[in-house]
């Protein structure tokens, strides 16, 4: 597989099982609880290609990987 460039990558934090954006990367709305269970977010850190769509701006986002801090996805999130 190929290197994902860290432009495509965005933070998120883990607070019990809820999954939360400090910033939303696309309308930039503060600490977004994203609809993500913790089984795909399993999934995510496996490798397995998972969708999200923010509620707050309704932008679909593809989570290619994930780690314990980024998802890695298929876009260029970072300015």
Do not use: Q
């Amino acid at each position: 597989m190929d290197i994902i460039p860290f432009e495509n990558t965005w933070p998120y934090e883990k607070v019990m099982k809820d999954i939360y954006f400090s910033e939303c990367p696309y309308c930039e709305t503060e600490s977004v609880l994203i609809h993500l269970k913790e089984r795909d977010l399993e999934r995510a850190k496996e490798g397995i290609k998972t969708s999200v769509v923010m509620p707050c701006c309704h932008h679909k986002m593809t989570i290619l990987e994930a780690d314990d801090d980024y998802f890695w996805t298929d876009e260029k999130l970072r300015k």
